[in-house]
């Protein structure tokens, strides 16, 4: 009876627990080859064949197709720099450079990766239509209402995320530190 | 409260393996994976294009917006596949999947160098069953490999903006894959 009991309990463990940290791992993601620079992650494997098996179970559950790594690699940041969630209602500036790239697109999803609703129908950038100040950076605001210059709505959501996504870039898995990939700021702002 | 401390200890163990177990075999279980998505809409061995984005409908999650796509859903079984993709003025890249969502092969329109890029997709079994002189007349022709019978092949031309999304989506419409006769 007490070695039933023991059994019965051990079972219930290992399902909790296994199964648990499945779930855990898969919605959270990993570190594994991970590139972090200021607020953004990358993570170049997922576009190689050299993918690790939480990768591999996280697209299959999410039916994403990762960017493949003779095509481009995808930066994401679902928090600024201080490390505080990106928050649809508040006032966030993306500002700096880009590393080198053929070109880029800046797209604001949310959580899920449905791109985020909003009334101009606007849902991102691309390098060539952006304006950039003399000195060839750039500065993005990411808002819930209008605003001069390179305004992104946020169509006031929760919670977004930010993907940039370098093409045709000699940025990738050899990359390590900001100094090979000078990313943009993330800078939040005041709070409608 | 020794017996019950070793019971949840092994317990531990075991959802330690029931973790690694779960990992390992989801995707062969996945049941909203892209190749299964795809599936309803785009037919095996022809180039469909894919609709464009919006936050309430899209087909895969993530998807760029500031591109044109279109997807050829391909199963090898009755042989090897041929691809024909003309460059875009923009950017052209053609990206390959295997079942399950690896990519395991990209090349865009500098790489390929040329204003088409053209290439064959085989499994390595159809590879090795090439004849030998194919091979050699061959050798100016890009041979990809696939390491499922079936899987994605994603074409993407860029629209640097808006307006010149309709100029990409035509470009699209005249990339084939079709079977290799």
Known sequence: MRLLLGLLFSFLVAAIFGLGLTQFALTRGTAFGAITIGAWTAWPKTGTTDIDPYARAAIARSGELPIGSGDGVAFFAASDDAGKPLDGRCAVTLSGTTPAARFWTLTLYDLDGRLVPNAADRYGFTSQEVSRHADGTFSILLAPRARPGNWLPTGGIDRYVVVLRLYDTPVGVATRTAKDAPMPSITAGACA | ?181
């Open chain 2, 1 to 181: 409260m020794i017996r019950w401390l070793l019971w949840l200890v092994g317990g531990l163990v075991l959802g330690g393996i029931v973790h690694l177990a779960t990992v390992l075999l989801l995707p062969r279980t996945a049941t909203q994976d892209a190749y299964t998505r795809l599936t309803a809409t785009a037919p095996v061995n022809s180039v469909v294009p894919v609709p464009a984005p919006t936050p309430d409908d899209a087909l895969l999650p993530f998807m760029d917006p500031a591109f044109a796509t279109a997807v050829c859903r391909y199963d090898l079984s009755s042989g090897p596949l041929q691809l024909r993709v003309p460059v875009s003025q923009a950017y052209t890249s053609v990206s390959f999947y295997a079942r399950r969502g690896i990519a395991y092969y990209a090349i865009n329109d500098r790489a390929a160098g040329r204003r088409i890029i053209e290439l064959d997709l085989m499994t390595a079994q159809q590879r090795a069953e090439l004849p030998e002189d194919e091979e050699v007349t061959a050798a100016d022709r890009l041979i990809v490999e696939s390491p499922t019978r079936t899987g994605l092949i994603l074409v993407r031309m860029f629209g640097p903006e808006p307006g010149l999304m309709p100029m990409a989506r035509r470009a699209l419409a005249s990339a084939q894959c079709r079977p290799q006769t």
